[in-house]
């Protein structure tokens, strides 16, 4: 019987066999702790289908199809097809595709896998050099992700779980936490990969939300945020006159949306943007 792919002695010898050998332009770290790809894949709500990014040698995919009734993995990595089969040959309920992620058809994917097997969630081990994208690209998945589980480097796992008034704060901590409920899971330190990078990173955890009352568009409701931290060591107010083109009214929409143009965007909440927001709608009309 093998040991788990993750083991460091057996990830050593699949690299030693394929001749393979970490690609740095792909974001390329394997993981080498069975502990920490088997935890991952129990807290990430897979038992219907679940789609991975970046399944790399087969670490984290094994785990997964552990726990799931179907694994479907996109790699952009041709070099990894032919070991993936060979690692996971065990597994009939693992599906490789062959592409990059950003490029996928995710609506169509979720709808599909939802259908056959009852549910679908996300977890991956995420190429840090396209973290945002790709969280992005599954935030704006109109068929709802339920769950989203990623190794994420620590400093943009902050970032996504930050709370209002922390330095971490920004646009993307709002952005995400208007769709998902963001938890950070656990710390995974830097000699659990294989190459390690030069960075520790953290599993963390994105929750759907049921939204009452949505806004009606949501990309103007992201510009909006990002306009205001924009300049983040500037007031509020410098950073709405920007967006709005207009300093009377910035002042006027800041006040009718309950907040003070001295403040930072950094000390507002959910609710003070979602009103900032319905304010300036109603001065655009
Ligand atoms: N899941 C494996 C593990 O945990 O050991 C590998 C994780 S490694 C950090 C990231 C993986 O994502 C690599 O296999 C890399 O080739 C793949 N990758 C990079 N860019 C990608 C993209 N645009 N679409 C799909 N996979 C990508």
Redesign the pocket.
Same mark, same amino acid.
């Given at each position: 019987m093998n040991k788990p792919i993750a083991a460091p002695s057996r990830t050593k010898e699949i690299l030693q066999q394929f001749g393979l050998h970490a690609?740095k332009g792909? /974001?390329? $770290?394997?993981?080498t702790d069975v502990s920490v790809?088997s935890r991952c894949a129990q807290v990430s709500h897979c038992e219907g289908a679940v789609i &991975? *990014? /970046?399944? /790399?040698?087969g670490? %984290?995919?094994e785990q997964l199809a552990l726990c799931s009734k179907h694994v479907r993995a996109? &790699?952009? =990595?041709e070099k990894?097809i032919p070991v993936l089969k060979e690692t996971l040959k065990e597994y009939g309920n693992v599906e490789v595709i062959l592409? =990059?992620? %950003?490029e996928a058809d995710v609506e169509s994917s979720v709808r599909e896998l939802r259908e056959a097997y009852g549910s679908v969630a996300v977890c991956? $081990? %995420?190429?840090?050099y *396209?973290t945002t994208p790709i969280l992005f690209r599954l935030f704006e998945c109109r068929e709802g992700i339920p769950y989203i589980t990623v190794m994420v480097q620590k400093e943009v796992a902050d970032r996504f779980a930050a709370e209002p008034g922390s330095k971490d704060y920004g646009a993307l901590s709002v952005e995400s936490q208007y769709l998902y409920d963001v938890k950070k899971l656990y710390a995974v330190p830097r000699n659990s990969f294989q190459p390690a990078p030069n960075v520790d990173s953290a599993v963390i955890q994105f929750r759907q939300k049921e939204i009452d009352d949505p806004v009606d568009d949501r990309e103007a409701f992201f510009e909006l945020v990002k306009a205001c931290f924009k300049q983040r060591r500037k007031t509020i107010y410098n950073n709405v006159r920007e967006y709005l083109g207009n300093g009377e009214t910035a002042v006027r929409v800041l006040r009718e949306a309950d907040i003070d143009p001295g403040c930072r965007a950094q000390e507002l909440g959910q609710k003070e943007f979602r009103r900032l927001y319905e304010r300036t709608c109603l001065c655009q009309d």
């Open positions: 690609k792909y /974001g390329q $770290n394997f993981l790809v &991975e *990014i /970046g399944p /790399g040698i670490s %984290l995919t996109y &790699e952009v =990595d990894l592409q =990059d992620f %950003l991956a $081990n %995420l190429p840090y *396209i």
